[in-house]
Protein backbone atom coordinates (compact mmCIF):
# COMPACT_ATOMS: atom_id res chain seq x y z
CA UNK A 1 0.00 0.00 0.00
CA UNK A 2 0.94 3.43 -0.71
CA UNK A 3 1.14 5.56 2.11
CA UNK A 4 0.84 9.45 1.36
CA UNK A 5 2.04 11.89 4.46
CA UNK A 6 0.65 15.64 3.99
CA UNK A 7 2.48 18.46 6.12
CA UNK A 8 2.30 20.51 8.17
CA UNK A 9 -0.92 18.78 9.68
CA UNK A 10 -2.46 22.51 9.60
CA UNK A 11 -1.47 26.09 8.40
CA UNK A 12 -2.88 28.93 9.95
CA UNK A 13 -2.71 32.08 7.71
CA UNK A 14 -4.56 35.43 6.48
CA UNK A 15 -6.40 35.96 3.40
CA UNK A 16 -4.79 36.86 0.83
CA UNK A 17 -1.22 34.77 1.92
CA UNK A 18 -0.11 32.31 -0.02
CA UNK A 19 -0.64 28.29 0.86
CA UNK A 20 1.75 25.52 0.22
CA UNK A 21 0.99 22.27 0.71
CA UNK A 22 2.76 19.03 0.81
CA UNK A 23 2.10 15.32 -0.23
CA UNK A 24 5.08 13.14 0.33
CA UNK A 25 4.31 9.25 -0.80
CA UNK A 26 6.18 5.79 0.56
CA UNK A 27 7.07 5.13 -2.81
CA UNK A 28 6.71 6.98 -6.07
CA UNK A 29 4.00 7.99 -8.28
CA UNK A 30 3.08 8.28 -11.38
CA UNK A 31 1.77 12.06 -12.08
CA UNK A 32 -0.67 10.67 -13.31
CA UNK A 33 -2.36 9.50 -10.54
CA UNK A 34 -2.17 11.82 -8.03
CA UNK A 35 -5.11 14.36 -6.95
CA UNK A 36 -5.70 16.82 -4.16
CA UNK A 37 -9.59 17.53 -2.75
CA UNK A 38 -10.64 19.96 -0.53
CA UNK A 39 -13.31 19.17 2.07
CA UNK A 40 -15.37 22.58 3.99
CA UNK A 41 -17.07 21.34 7.21
CA UNK A 42 -20.49 19.76 6.71
CA UNK A 43 -20.12 18.97 3.26
CA UNK A 44 -18.46 16.44 0.44
CA UNK A 45 -14.79 16.55 -0.75
CA UNK A 46 -14.34 18.32 -3.76
CA UNK A 47 -12.02 17.75 -6.58
CA UNK A 48 -9.39 20.66 -7.10
CA UNK A 49 -6.45 19.02 -8.92
CA UNK A 50 -5.77 15.85 -10.92
CA UNK A 51 -3.26 14.35 -13.18
CA UNK A 52 -0.80 16.22 -9.98
CA UNK A 53 -1.17 19.78 -11.75
CA UNK A 54 -4.68 19.94 -13.68
CA UNK A 55 -7.61 22.33 -12.19
CA UNK A 56 -11.06 20.42 -11.95
CA UNK A 57 -13.95 21.65 -13.96
CA UNK A 58 -14.78 25.55 -12.58
CA UNK A 59 -11.72 25.66 -9.96
CA UNK A 60 -9.90 28.65 -9.94
CA UNK A 61 -6.40 29.37 -11.04
CA UNK A 62 -5.21 30.32 -7.54
CA UNK A 63 -5.08 26.65 -6.73
CA UNK A 64 -2.01 24.83 -8.96
CA UNK A 65 -0.56 21.63 -8.45
CA UNK A 66 3.15 20.37 -8.94
CA UNK A 67 5.75 17.94 -8.32
CA UNK A 68 6.37 13.96 -9.25
CA UNK A 69 7.94 10.45 -7.90
CA UNK A 70 7.12 11.58 -4.03
CA UNK A 71 6.82 15.01 -3.34
CA UNK A 72 3.96 16.89 -4.29
CA UNK A 73 2.89 20.62 -3.44
CA UNK A 74 -0.88 22.02 -3.95
CA UNK A 75 -0.03 25.76 -4.02
CA UNK A 76 -2.93 28.42 -3.36
CA UNK A 77 -1.44 31.53 -4.67
CA UNK A 78 -3.74 34.06 -2.50
CA UNK A 79 -6.40 32.77 0.16
CA UNK A 80 -9.58 33.35 -0.28
CA UNK A 81 -12.33 33.50 2.61
CA UNK A 82 -13.77 30.56 0.85
CA UNK A 83 -10.75 28.57 0.95
CA UNK A 84 -10.40 27.58 4.71
CA UNK A 85 -10.75 24.40 4.43
CA UNK A 86 -9.24 20.43 4.83
CA UNK A 87 -7.67 19.50 1.99
CA UNK A 88 -6.43 15.72 1.04
CA UNK A 89 -4.30 14.88 -1.34
CA UNK A 90 -4.75 11.01 -3.15
CA UNK A 91 -2.97 8.21 -5.44
CA UNK A 92 -5.24 6.77 -7.65
CA UNK A 93 -4.96 2.99 -8.54
CA UNK A 94 -6.24 -0.30 -7.81
CA UNK A 95 -5.81 0.45 -4.01
CA UNK A 96 -6.04 4.01 -4.15
CA UNK A 97 -5.31 5.93 -0.74
CA UNK A 98 -5.51 9.58 0.84
CA UNK A 99 -3.31 11.26 2.81
CA UNK A 100 -3.88 12.64 6.55
CA UNK A 101 -5.34 15.50 5.00
CA UNK A 102 -3.89 19.81 6.29
CA UNK A 103 -6.52 22.10 7.48
CA UNK A 104 -5.94 25.19 6.33
CA UNK A 105 -7.49 27.62 8.97
CA UNK A 106 -7.40 31.78 9.55
CA UNK A 107 -4.66 33.31 11.42
CA UNK B 1 -26.38 17.77 -14.22
CA UNK B 2 -23.76 14.96 -13.37
CA UNK B 3 -24.39 14.11 -9.54
CA UNK B 4 -24.87 11.33 -7.42
CA UNK B 5 -27.40 11.40 -4.51
CA UNK B 6 -27.38 9.15 -1.38
CA UNK B 7 -29.82 7.70 0.59
CA UNK B 8 -30.35 9.70 4.26
CA UNK B 9 -29.02 9.24 7.68
CA UNK B 10 -29.52 5.96 9.51
CA UNK B 11 -29.77 5.19 12.98
CA UNK B 12 -29.01 1.25 13.93
CA UNK B 13 -27.96 -0.97 16.98
CA UNK B 14 -25.31 -3.11 16.85
CA UNK B 15 -26.23 -6.87 14.74
CA UNK B 16 -28.44 -4.58 12.76
CA UNK B 17 -28.24 -5.07 9.12
CA UNK B 18 -28.51 -1.87 6.74
CA UNK B 19 -27.88 -1.32 3.13
CA UNK B 20 -27.62 2.51 1.85
CA UNK B 21 -27.63 3.31 -1.96
CA UNK B 22 -26.42 6.12 -4.46
CA UNK B 23 -27.85 6.98 -7.56
CA UNK B 24 -26.20 8.42 -10.10
CA UNK B 25 -27.79 10.78 -13.28
CA UNK B 26 -26.91 13.08 -15.73
CA UNK B 27 -24.45 10.23 -17.57
CA UNK B 28 -23.69 6.84 -18.79
CA UNK B 29 -24.03 4.81 -15.34
CA UNK B 30 -22.59 1.71 -16.39
CA UNK B 31 -19.22 3.71 -17.98
CA UNK B 32 -17.96 5.23 -15.01
CA UNK B 33 -17.11 3.06 -11.92
CA UNK B 34 -18.33 3.97 -8.41
CA UNK B 35 -16.38 3.91 -5.41
CA UNK B 36 -17.51 4.20 -1.43
CA UNK B 37 -15.16 6.20 0.85
CA UNK B 38 -15.61 6.12 4.47
CA UNK B 39 -14.84 8.83 7.27
CA UNK B 40 -15.10 8.47 10.90
CA UNK B 41 -16.13 11.26 13.10
CA UNK B 42 -13.12 13.91 12.58
CA UNK B 43 -10.67 11.42 10.47
CA UNK B 44 -9.82 11.35 7.18
CA UNK B 45 -10.95 9.79 3.96
CA UNK B 46 -10.53 5.92 3.60
CA UNK B 47 -10.66 3.83 0.51
CA UNK B 48 -13.19 1.13 0.94
CA UNK B 49 -13.62 -0.72 -2.35
CA UNK B 50 -14.76 0.06 -6.27
CA UNK B 51 -17.53 -1.79 -8.54
CA UNK B 52 -17.88 -1.27 -12.16
CA UNK B 53 -21.77 -1.25 -12.52
CA UNK B 54 -21.85 -2.88 -16.10
CA UNK B 55 -21.09 -5.78 -14.51
CA UNK B 56 -20.84 -5.58 -10.72
CA UNK B 57 -16.77 -6.60 -10.87
CA UNK B 58 -15.91 -5.45 -7.19
CA UNK B 59 -12.80 -4.38 -6.00
CA UNK B 60 -12.25 -4.27 -2.50
CA UNK B 61 -9.93 -2.69 -0.06
CA UNK B 62 -7.90 -5.81 2.23
CA UNK B 63 -9.25 -3.60 5.21
CA UNK B 64 -13.28 -3.37 4.13
CA UNK B 65 -13.58 -6.66 2.67
CA UNK B 66 -15.33 -9.35 4.25
CA UNK B 67 -17.14 -6.60 6.72
CA UNK B 68 -19.00 -4.59 3.45
CA UNK B 69 -20.59 -6.03 0.94
CA UNK B 70 -20.95 -3.36 -2.04
CA UNK B 71 -22.93 -4.06 -5.04
CA UNK B 72 -24.96 -2.30 -7.93
CA UNK B 73 -28.50 -2.23 -10.12
CA UNK B 74 -27.69 -1.21 -13.06
CA UNK B 75 -31.71 -0.69 -14.16
CA UNK B 76 -31.75 1.48 -11.63
CA UNK B 77 -28.59 3.46 -11.80
CA UNK B 78 -27.91 3.00 -8.00
CA UNK B 79 -24.92 1.59 -6.30
CA UNK B 80 -25.37 -0.25 -2.47
CA UNK B 81 -23.21 -0.53 0.42
CA UNK B 82 -24.24 -2.97 2.74
CA UNK B 83 -23.69 -4.92 6.14
CA UNK B 84 -25.51 -7.43 8.16
CA UNK B 85 -24.43 -7.15 11.23
CA UNK B 86 -23.18 -3.55 11.86
CA UNK B 87 -20.91 -2.39 14.86
CA UNK B 88 -20.58 1.11 16.88
CA UNK B 89 -17.13 1.36 14.72
CA UNK B 90 -19.09 1.28 11.95
CA UNK B 91 -20.45 5.00 12.66
CA UNK B 92 -19.59 7.15 10.11
CA UNK B 93 -19.79 9.13 7.07
CA UNK B 94 -20.32 6.99 4.13
CA UNK B 95 -19.62 8.87 0.32
CA UNK B 96 -19.91 7.53 -3.00
CA UNK B 97 -18.09 8.83 -5.55
CA UNK B 98 -17.30 8.19 -9.34
CA UNK B 99 -14.61 7.66 -10.92
CA UNK B 100 -13.07 10.59 -13.28
CA UNK B 101 -12.35 8.65 -16.22
CA UNK B 102 -14.50 5.82 -18.24
CA UNK B 103 -13.76 2.34 -17.46
CA UNK B 104 -10.51 3.13 -15.64
CA UNK B 105 -9.02 2.98 -11.94
CA UNK B 106 -6.12 5.20 -12.55
CA UNK B 107 -7.98 8.40 -12.58
CA UNK B 108 -9.33 10.91 -9.52
CA UNK B 109 -12.69 11.08 -8.37
CA UNK B 110 -14.60 13.60 -9.42
CA UNK B 111 -18.24 13.76 -8.29
CA UNK B 112 -19.97 12.84 -5.19
CA UNK B 113 -22.57 12.26 -3.37
CA UNK B 114 -23.33 14.43 -0.20
CA UNK B 115 -22.59 11.39 1.94
CA UNK B 116 -24.65 9.11 4.16
CA UNK B 117 -24.42 9.66 8.05
CA UNK B 118 -24.57 6.15 9.51
CA UNK B 119 -24.67 5.64 13.49
CA UNK B 120 -24.44 2.37 15.22
CA UNK B 121 -25.65 2.32 18.88
CA UNK B 122 -27.47 0.88 21.25
Known amino acids: EIVLTQSPGSLSLSPGERATLSCRASQSVSSSYLAWYQQKPGQAPRLLIYGASSRATGIPDRFSGSGSGTDFTLTISRLGPEDFAVYYC????????FGGGTRVEIK | EVQLVQSGADVKKPGESLRISCKGS????????ITWVRQMPGKGLEWMGT????????NYSPSFQGHVTISADKSITTAYLQWSSLKASDTAIYYC???????????????WGQGTMVTVSS
Open chain 2, 97 to 111: ARLKDSRSYYCAFDI
Open chain 1, 90 to 97: QQSGRSPT
Open chain 2, 26 to 33: GYSFTNYW
Open chain 2, 51 to 58: IDPSDSYI
